[in-house]
């Protein structure tokens, strides 16, 4: 039961480099999100997904794109990397149920230098 | 817009001792859900209690239990018999009416909980 799967766990970047965060959930949810964790700031929404093919944006998108590929994977990109990008990435799923919380991936550390 | 707000950035407890972590919130919806998570040094999100804004009944898991005051819009986590594996990063979280075809969920900044033996 593997749940939100994110990968990688851990990426060092350059600044100006691109990279792409990857999600996959198998719990057939509807709802997908990408949250950014900073010290002293909490979660903060970057992207979200209601359903497949589409994408709004959240507290923080800029310097970001997403991709709801499927049902199952939701993306993160990073098209030219800043050091204030340095943050640990969470994605979370929901099955957009009234009583549902979110359900969260194991989180990727990325440090942007 | 809503917000979450959790003053205490940090706290600490003996073991087997009661605390209480403070939340509020600021909202003009009256459907609403919110949450407590636990973040240990594993990085994993643990959804601890959720607790519906229509329901008046305080919930309630094993040792954790909430006081939700709607009309203060303040939703506390009380954590008793605190045990070590309770030392964790706690995050308030808020969830929206239905919008968009979907929720969102906004976080407070999170209060770092020690546990002393």
């Known amino acids: 039961n593997a749940g939100v799967t994110q990968t990688p766990k851990f990426q060092v970047l350059k600044t100006g480099q691109s990279m792409t965060l990857q999600c996959a959930q198998d719990?057939?949810?509807?709802?997908m999100y990408w949250y950014r964790q900073d010290p002293g700031m909490g979660l903060r929404l970057i992207y979200y997904s209601a359903s497949e093919g589409t994408t709004d944006k959240g507290e923080v998108p800029n310097g970001y794109n997403v991709s709801r590929l499927n049902k199952r994977e939701f993306s993160l990109r990073l098209e030219s990397a800043a050091p204030s990008q340095t943050s640990v990435y969470f994605c979370a799923s929901s099955p957009g149920q009234v009583y549902s919380p979110l359900h969260f991936g194991n989180g990727t550390r990325l440090t942007v230098t | 817009a809503q917000t979450v707000t959790q003053s205490q950035p940090e706290m600490s407890v003996q073991e087997a001792e009661t605390v209480t972590l403070s939340c509020t919130y600021d909202?003009?919806?009256?459907?609403?859900?919110l949450f407590w998570y636990k973040q240990p040094p594993s990085r994993q999100m643990i959804l601890v209690i959720r607790q519906e804004a229509y329901k008046q009944q305080n919930a309630t898991e094993n040792r954790f239990s909430v006081n939700f005051q709607k009309a203060a819009k303040s939703f506390s986590l009380k954590i008793s018999d605190s045990q070590l594996g309770d030392a964790a990063m706690y995050f308030c979280?808020?969830?929206?009416?239905?919008?968009?075809?979907?929720?969102?969920?906004?976080f407070g900044t999170g209060t770092r909980l020690k546990v002393l033996a």
């Open positions: 719990m057939n949810h509807n709802s």
């Open positions: 909202t003009s919806e009256s459907d609403y859900y």
């Open positions: 979280a808020y969830r929206s009416a239905f919008t968009s075809g979907t929720y969102k969920y906004i």
